[in-house]
């Protein structure tokens, strides 16, 4: 399985991105794919996911300010990030789990400028 997340840039305060995340190998269902995030000197954390059922969790700090969806057609995920704030900058990965495994991406960067 390879997850290839994509996206990532420099926005101002306030702005916008899409990520997308592309998998390919020998997905899976049902499964769950998601998105992490870590910024430097800090753990990884969670921030939202979806499962094969469109059913989907997010973090509290995300407060409505993000959106994950899913192709599951073409095996892609999303993430849109709106009101993007100086805490948010991050790489964010991708993660799939599935019944016997589970995957990462190698991560895209999201930078917000004050």
């Known amino acids: 399985v390879q997850l290839v997340e994509s996206g990532g840039d420099l926005v101002q305060s306030g702005g916008s991105l899409r990520l997308s995340c592309a998998a390919s190998?020998?997905?899976?269902?049902?499964?769950?794919m998601g998105w992490y995030r870590q910024a430097p000197g800090k753990q990884r954390e969670f921030v939202a996911d979806?499962?094969?059922?469109?059913?989907?969790n997010y973090a509290d700090y995300v407060q409505g300010r993000f959106t994950i969806s899913r192709d599951n057609a073409n095996n892609t995920m999303y993430l849109q990030l709106n009101n993007l704030q100086t805490e948010d900058a991050a790489v964010y990965y991708c993660?799939?789990?599935?019944?016997?495994?589970?995957?990462w991406g190698q991560g895209t960067q999201v930078t917000v400028s004050s």
């Open positions: 979806i499962n094969s059922g469109a059913e989907t």
């Open positions: 190998g020998s997905i899976s269902t049902p499964n769950t």
């Open positions: 993660h799939l789990r599935q019944l016997y495994s589970t995957h």
